[in-house]
């Protein structure tokens, strides 16, 4: 019994020294690496986080051993490697289309229900409402559904400055 307690706990306890020392290793190590930049491919969709706090998308150009140029807007631009504070690569495109097709149909469904309940206690012209809140809930649905496909990119950290 006293083995098995003590097997217990130098595995636990091993563990939480893995689980913990772990990840900070294997984040020092592609930290500072800038030669993952440099080997980036050409129109690789990236996100560049400046030292100032802006944020800077485009597609990847080039990078040297000083700067890393990217295309945005149908310009070059070029950002010194001192002045960036980390790089992620836009790993998929966002679905924009997808989401505002599965809000719209949500947002349809919704209105739908509150207009047809309003609609329900009215008389003559009840019909309106269940109209006017389709129009509305699909509207709305998909405005929210294209913001949120807007967003859903998944960010690869390339580079992080020391």
Not at 76 to 97: C, T, Y
Not at 107 to 121: L, N, Q, R, W
Request: glycine share 14%; charged share 20%.
């Amino acid at each position: 019994m006293r083995r098995m307690t003590s097997l217990i706990a130098c595995t636990l306890a091993v563990t939480l020294v893995l689980g913990t020392v772990g990840p900070t290793a294997f984040a020092q190590q592609a930290r500072g690496d800038w030669t993952a930049v440099q080997s980036l491919p050409a129109d690789a969709d990236i996100s560049i986080q400046l030292k100032t706090g802006k944020r800077v998308r485009g597609e990847f150009l080039s990078a040297t051993d000083n700067e890393v140029t990217i295309t945005r807007k149908g310009k070059g631009e070029s950002f010194a490697k001192d002045a960036v504070a980390q790089i992620e690569r836009l790993e998929r495109k966002a679905e924009k289309g997808k989401y505002a097709a599965i809000g719209a149909a949500i947002g349809t469904g919704v209105g739908a229900g509150i207009g047809g309940a309003k609609a329900s206690s009215t008389s003559d012209d009840g019909y309106v409402y269940t109209v006017a809140g389709v129009a509305m809930g699909a509207g709305f649905g998909a405005l929210g559904g294209f913001l949120f496909g807007q967003a859903k990119r998944k960010h690869v950290l390339i580079y992080q400055a020391p």
